[in-house]
């Protein structure tokens, strides 16, 4: 069993920053790929970034320049840097890992951006 634990979401004003982590534990036998997407209310869920093993990251047009996704392996964690926050980054952001033939997911985490 794989569990994925997020933190760091919450409300910030346009132009603001937040930050978000995911630790992975469990049954993890090596280093995989991470990733986190998005769901904003009535719309489907969306890639936001992925990192692999060897630190190879790939981001969504839309989150380009503003956001970094990070790793540290030893501690199972990945990152989530948000800069330059608009309203229309607005959803709710979950960590996700797939490892052979299944996914896992964290639990969600709020992002709200608005004045």
């Known amino acids: 069993q794989v569990q994925l634990v997020e933190s760091g979401g919450g409300l910030v004003q346009p132009g603001g920053s937040l930050r978000l982590s995911c630790v992975a534990s469990g049954r993890i036998f090596g280093i995989y790929t991470m990733g986190w997407f998005r769901q904003a209310p009535g719309q489907q869920r969306e890639l936001v970034a992925t990192?692999?093993?060897?630190?190879?990251?790939t981001y969504a047009d839309s989150v380009k320049g503003r956001f970094t996704i990070s790793r540290e392996n030893a501690k199972n964690t990945v990152y989530l840097q948000m800069n330059s926050l608009k309203p229309e980054d607005t959803a709710v952001y979950y960590c996700h890992i797939p490892i052979g033939t299944r996914d896992y997911w964290g639990q969600g985490s709020q992002v709200t951006v608005s004045s």
């Open positions: 990192i692999s093993s060897r630190g190879t990251t």
